[in-house]
């Protein structure tokens, strides 16, 4: 166990097994500046590597999600002819990409916790979430087209294997704001609510997700990730050794013994 960074952009809370992480920038929509994508790589690499963590929340902070990259700081550095704004797009689309890959090495249920806009880079942080619940006053936006810039974040990764290839591309040409229950509609997520109840149920959810056996819901995602880059027969195989492994575990025999008993299996991760 070990105690969570401290970070100016961003706040990790942790709760018995249950750690939320918010975007703390809410006078600028929690927009991705260089210290906050720098900070979201120091976050999302201690909780990935945090054993007593069984389930994360993310959101933003104020009325927004995310507004994605912070505008001010692209228009900065197209500003001044000392700048190589290439160079520095490419830096900080680096190190967001560092973190999308350690938010995705997390092996318990992650929730996104989409609370009003997630544009941009913070459409694609919401991508990169297990599981996405939205306040009933939230967006989705691609956003980039707006600006002339090319997708990123992961968002052509994620997005096609959230809502198909076809829906994806349609979606980043017309680029709309995107209100929560038409995302509902097209299963970009799987629940809207009230925004007043929206961390109360996230919560909710965290712990009854939290619940689940560890070993099984690290196979579940990592199954589920490969899916579509393995044939058949690579990802059987797969499948085989996850499950021959799993009934060995402590966790597998507990189940077993609480099933024939009638009664709720307590998991431990062993």
Known sequence: MTTPPELNTLLIEVEGDLATLTLNRPDAFNAMSPELIGELMTA???????????????????????????INWFRKGMEDPEIDISANVRRGAESLHTAIVD?????????????????????????ACDIRIAADNAFFAPAYGR??????????YFLPRVIGPAKALELLLEDPNLPAADALAMGLVTEVVPADDLMTHARERATKLGQMSPHYVKMAKRLVGVSLDNSITEHLQLERHGIADSMATEDAQNGVVAFFGGEKPEFHGR
């Open 103 to 127: 938010l995705r090495r997390i092996e318990v249920p992650v929730i996104g916790a989409i609370n009003g806009p997630a544009a941009g880079a913070g459409f694609s942080l919401a991508l």
């Open 44 to 70: 999302t690499a201690w909780l990935a590597d945090e054993a007593r963590i069984r389930a994360l929340i993310i959101t933003g902070a104020g009325a927004a999600f995310c507004a994605g990259g912070d």
């Open 147 to 156: 600006i002339g810039a090319s997708p990123d974040g992961g968002m052509t």
